[in-house]
């Protein structure tokens, strides 16, 4: 046999040492641990309940102490629900506690009858709130609303979602966000959308709690188009009725501005009265062609009570036969027709006029010194030479204005927008005019004469007019019966429009609201 050396079996003996555990002694192991988890476990979970109904206890104790607190710093306390928040307000409490052993209740502070009583609320009902894409008041084709739930909610289908003044598409999403498209029916209408109670289910299984939104489903003022009527202002009481002729970003602020022209004659007036102070001969005893000078200007720009006229004023004594003078009629613009608000509205521009050739001297730099000559011709030809002939823009700008021959062709007689605008540029009466002002029509359905604001070159005191057969002709300023049809830009931006469809002057759209 083989004998080992000493050092041999010290060996192997160091090696019977360190053999490892059997399998019977590895189970023997795992059943002791289960053990001691099945015993370990739920003591550190009673510990855990313990802690937090401890603190719940506490939380109790101390909003009952407070409230007590509270009631006798109030000499009364009416009946309510909940006071928490008004403890906390006044520092009685530092927050509102949670409730430590679920976060699905919560306390509460109930006062009834004088008596402070501290409660615990149950799972709370999931809430929703419903937003729309667009603003409040729009004039958008079809509206994307989003319904949020404030929790993970089950059963909520598009049978529970209630629309007036819509046509909705299939509901989207799921848990606690959902949408819903919705094409817009009814303009000027409101479209009211609604959930009712328990429209859906937590996961608790409590039912949700209602809610609804409205949108005011309006035309505006952006969505106005060439041709349409529009109501603004007023004159003698009664609403301005203005046709729109141009819809144009007029002064570079990413808007278009409505190029209002009043639909009829609003007043009968001089252009401007005689004036004694005048050098030229003709104007001293007809008024002056400027229009840059003019009474008329004045005045449809004026917002005073009592105009401050720069020359002559057109009373009595300085009108054609005493007719229609207006020395102290309040402006235009003043409040008795336009509201602040609606003067913010109206942008002012720079205008254009023909000039007679005796003010030659003070046509704008760049013009030429060519008489424009049409005269008893139709606007599409009176206008041949209007480009290259003698002009003056305006000292200032006007708010208020009317045409030019320029702007009667292309705005009126050639413009494509409107059906009938070889006739309308003729133009008749209101009703106010056959009874306030004098020497005029018999009857508001007979064309009139009315201004334009371009000088007649060959004259110092006459000016362009329409007639009533519609040619381009002229009279002298001081002439009293002329009709005055105003003009002017209005911003089409913030404006909401009523139900009307605006297509004629018995429909013109009316403003519900402009800011």
């Known amino acids: 046999m083989m004998i080992l050396s000493k050092e041999s079996r010290k060996t192997r003996r160091r090696g019977l040492r360190r053999k490892g555990f059997t399998l019977l002694e590895l189970l023997a192991v795992l059943v002791i641990l289960?053990?001691?988890?099945?015993?370990?476990?739920?003591?550190?979970?009673?510990?855990?309940?313990?802690?937090?109904?401890?603190?719940?206890?506490?939380?109790?104790?101390?909003?009952?102490?407070?409230?007590?607190?509270?009631?006798?710093?109030?000499?009364?306390?009416?009946?309510?629900?909940?006071?928490?928040?008004?403890?906390?307000?006044?520092?009685?409490?530092?927050?509102?506690?949670?409730?430590?052993?679920?976060?699905?209740?919560?306390?509460?502070?109930?006062?009834?009858?004088?008596?402070?009583?501290?409660?615990?609320?149950g799972p709370v009902a999931p809430t929703l709130v419903i937003t729309a894409s667009t603003?409040?008041?729009?004039?958008?084709?079809?509206?994307?609303?989003?319904?949020?739930?404030?929790?993970?909610?089950?059963?909520?289908?598009?049978a529970d979602i209630i629309v007036e003044n819509g046509a909705p598409e299939a509901l989207e999403g799921s848990?606690?966000?959902?949408?819903?498209?919705?094409?817009?029916?009814?303009?000027?209408?409101?479209?009211?959308?609604?959930?009712?109670?328990?429209?859906?289910?937590?996961?608790?299984?409590?039912?949700?709690?209602?809610?609804?939104?409205?949108?005011?489903?309006?035309?505006?003022?952006?969505?106005?188009?060439?041709?349409?009527?529009?109501q603004f202002g007023k004159y003698l009481t009664k609403p301005i009725i203005w046709r729109v002729i141009g819809k144009e970003d007029i002064n570079s602020d990413g808007t278009q501005e409505l190029m209002l022209f009043s639909d009829r004659i609003i007043c009968l007036k001089s252009f401007d009265a005689a004036d004694d102070a005048e050098v030229d001969e003709g104007r001293k005893t007809y008024g002056n062609n400027n229009w840059d000078k003019s009474n008329l200007r004045e005045w449809l720009n004026s917002t005073l009570a009592t105009v401050e006229y720069s020359t002559q004023k057109p009373d009595s004594l300085h009108v054609a036969s005493n007719l229609n003078s207006y020395d102290t009629e309040a402006g235009f613009l003043s409040d008795s027709n336009f509201t602040q608000v609606q003067r913010d509205k109206i942008i002012s521009v720079t205008h254009k006029s023909m000039l007679?050739?005796?003010?030659?001297?003070?046509?704008?730099?760049?013009?030429?010194?060519?008489?424009?000559?049409?005269?008893?011709?139709?606007?599409?030809?009176?206008?041949e030479n209007y480009d290259t002939a003698r002009?003056?823009?305006?000292?200032?700008?006007?708010s208020i204005f009317i045409l030019n021959i320029k702007e009667l062709n292309e705005y009126v007689y050639s413009n494509n927008s409107l059906s009938d605008k070889t006739t309308?540029?003729?133009?008749?009466?209101?009703?106010?005019?056959?009874e306030n002002d004098t020497a005029g029509p018999v009857n508001d359905t007979t064309t009139w004469y009315y201004w334009l604001r371009d000088a007649y070159a060959d004259y110092s005191r006459h000016v362009r007019k329409v007639s009533q057969d519609g040619l381009v002709f002229n009279d002298v300023a001081y002439n009293g019966i002329q009709g005055v049809r105003p003009a002017l830009y209005l911003s089409s931006s913030n404006i909401i429009l009523g139900t009307e469809n605006g297509t004629t002057a018995a429909t013109a759209y009316t403003i519900t609201n402009i800011n």
């Open 424 to 434: 309308y540029y003729k133009s008749y009466v209101t009703t106010d005019v056959i």
């Open 34 to 121: 289960a053990v001691l988890s099945i015993i370990a476990i739920p003591i550190f979970i009673n510990k855990s309940n313990e802690a937090k109904q401890v603190a719940h206890n506490e939380n109790m104790r101390t909003l009952q102490n407070q409230a007590q607190m509270y009631m006798l710093s109030h000499e009364s306390v009416a009946d309510q629900d909940d006071i928490i928040d008004a403890m906390v307000a006044e520092g009685l409490i530092k927050e509102r506690p949670e409730y430590p052993i679920n976060s699905l209740s919560t306390y509460a502070v109930q006062v009834v009858a004088g008596i402070p009583i501290v409660k615990l609320n």
């Open 135 to 158: 603003p409040n008041m729009t004039n958008a084709t079809s509206i994307t609303y989003t319904f949020t739930f404030s929790v993970l909610v089950t059963g909520f289908e598009d």
């Open 175 to 230: 848990g606690a966000v959902y949408t819903m498209v919705v094409t817009n029916t009814g303009v000027g209408q409101t479209q009211s959308i609604s959930v009712p109670e328990g429209a859906a289910i937590s996961t608790l299984g409590v039912a949700s709690i209602g809610e609804s939104i409205d949108i005011v489903l309006a035309n505006t003022g952006e969505t106005i188009v060439v041709g349409d009527y529009i």
């Open 356 to 383: 007679a050739s005796v003010d030659d001297s003070i046509k704008t730099i760049g013009s030429s010194s060519t008489n424009h000559t049409y005269n008893q011709t139709n606007p599409i030809t009176a206008v």
């Open 391 to 398: 002009y003056k823009d305006t000292s200032t700008p006007d």
